[in-house]
């Protein structure tokens, strides 16, 4: 099976400081038929459902804010917060997708410094 | 507004079963995939099953094939988990997700909790 591993566990950042999440997978997330990334990021905040960042590695879902931007390819990946605000404390949880069985990582908490 | 409405979780035996619900929305629930993802107390994500959009194809975790099957109903907007065989490490949270598509997920109900102990 897919083992899907992120780092750190647990992060903690000044305001307006970037933060930076990794995710690795055991298997590259690169479908070759389309070349893109089946890889996506959440943010899950206490008492809420995860919402969706990004997909396809890199790109935003419409209404999340331009601070919040994905890169990488095949196995490694990073989700970046440019200037962190005070409202994206939260759990973030890297997701691969490319065929199943679908895989989350373990999460990263992220706290205000 | 797209809406996914979770029902149906609460206490049960070890051994025993439930059928959870989830009731979609603002979209045409026949064009899309459907996936139920849990998530324990205190814990992370674990997806759990997928379905096709006309139920065609079903797609389990390891963990629960054999003792879970997911199903729709279009003509009711209406997704559904039952779960039999159920163990204590069936503990979680159970949301019900809209495919993205591709498998990542856009939209997420706000779950209903499964708690199975004696």
């Known amino acids: 099976d897919i083992v899907v591993t992120q780092s750190p566990d647990s992060l903690a950042v000044s305001l307006g400081e970037r933060a930076t999440i990794n995710c690795k997978s055991s298997?590259?997330?690169?479908?070759?038929?389309?070349?893109?990334?089946?890889l996506s990021w959440y943010q899950q905040k206490p008492g809420q459902p995860p919402k969706l960042l990004i997909f396809?590695?890199?790109t935003r879902e419409r209404g999340v804010p331009d601070r919040f931007s994905g890169s990488g390819s095949g196995t490694d990946f990073t989700l970046t917060i440019s200037s962190l605000q005070a409202e994206d404390v939260a759990v973030y949880y890297c997701?691969?997708?490319?065929?199943?069985?679908?895989?989350f990582g373990q999460g990263t908490r992220l706290e205000i410094k | 507004e797209v809406q996914l409405v979770e029902s149906g979780g609460g206490l049960v035996q070890p051994g025993g079963s439930l059928r959870l619900s989830c009731a979609a929305s603002?979209?045409?629930?026949?064009?899309?995939?459907m996936h139920w993802v849990r998530q324990p107390p205190g814990r992370g994500l674990e997806w759990v099953a997928r379905?096709?959009?006309?139920?065609?194809?079903?797609t389990y975790a390891d963990s629960v094939e054999g003792r879970f099957t997911v199903s729709r109903d279009n003509a009711k907007n209406t997704l559904y988990l039952q779960m039999n065989s159920l163990r204590a490490e069936d503990t979680a949270v159970y949301y019900c997700?809209?495919?993205?598509?591709?498998?990542?997920?856009?939209?997420w109900g706000q779950g209903t909790l499964v708690t199975v102990s004696s």
């Open positions: 997700t809209r495919d993205c598509p591709g498998g990542c997920a856009d939209y």
């Open positions: 603002g979209f045409t629930f026949s064009n899309y995939w």
């Open positions: 379905i096709k959009s006309d139920g065609s194809i079903t």
């Open positions: 298997q590259s997330a690169l479908y070759s038929s389309d070349n893109k990334n089946y």
């Open positions: 396809r590695a890199s």
């Open positions: 997701q691969y997708h490319l065929g199943t069985p679908i895989t």
